[in-house]
Antibody
């Protein structure tokens, strides 16, 4: 299984950050796993953003919930992240990943740096 | 809202040392805990889940223990490739991470 993030590396403040994760080697609709986004601010630790199952059940970090959305595009074997009203505090490396309930996150994309700046 | 606190935040050790990192949860989380290793510029790598189950392919010098609110990651016989940052993560509905422990060469 491989995951690959894609999207703009530079986003202006107040705009919407949109990233896509393309999945290869697994069925995104199998239901056995969840699909998640995690970010890491420069030089800092890991911050869980949210995840969803193919059933549509989603969970978001309460601190980001009002600005974040994660969705599946099963036809394109992709899942996406949107973060609205971004500020410099949203500058981070964004990882997409695949996890299993109570078994952790075993498969990660390589990460993509998104910078919020005018 | 369960918080995870790792200690220490930083440790200096030598090749061959036995190293222990602690992760404390603000509420009991049974054994729903994972450990990850992250090297600079790379995605994290899952080491242990279920507090003590070694992920496939991870060397046996890594071990995990604990339940409830206190957990430990032990590296028995530190190797050069083990110098990295380690994170714990709770595996319940809101899978937050600890703040990380950086292991550096003494």
């Amino acid at each position: 299984v491989q995951l690959q993030e894609s999207g703009p590396g530079l986003v202006k403040p107040s705009q919407t950050l949109s990233l896509t994760c393309t999945v290869s080697g697994d069925s995104i609709t199998s239901g056995a796993h969840y699909w998640t986004w995690i970010r890491q601010h420069p030089g800092k630790g890991l911050e869980w953003i949210g995840y969803l199952y193919s059933s549509g059940r989603t969970y978001y970090n309460p601190s980001l919930k009002s600005r974040v959305g994660i969705s599946l595009d099963t036809s394109k074997i992709q899942f996406s992240l949107s973060v609205t009203s971004v500020t410099a505090a949203d500058t981070a490396v964004y990882y997409c990943a695949r996890g299993s309930a109570f078994m952790g996150i075993a498969t990660w994309g390589q990460g993509t740096l998104v910078t919020v700046s005018s | 809202d369960i918080q995870l606190t790792q200690s220490p935040s930083f440790l200096s050790a030598s090749v061959g040392d036995r190293v222990t990192i602690t992760c404390r949860a603000s509420q009991g989380i049974s054994n729903y805990l994972a450990w990850y290793q992250q090297k600079p510029g790379k995605a994290p790598n899952l080491l242990i889940y279920g507090a003590s189950t070694l992920q496939s392919g991870v060397p046996s010098r890594f071990s995990g223990s604990g339940s409830g609110t206190e957990f430990t990651l032990t590296i028995s016989g530190l190797q050069r490739e083990d110098f990295a940052t380690y994170y714990c993560q709770q595996l319940n509905s809101f899978p937050r991470f600890g703040q990380g422990t950086k292991v550096e060469i003494k």
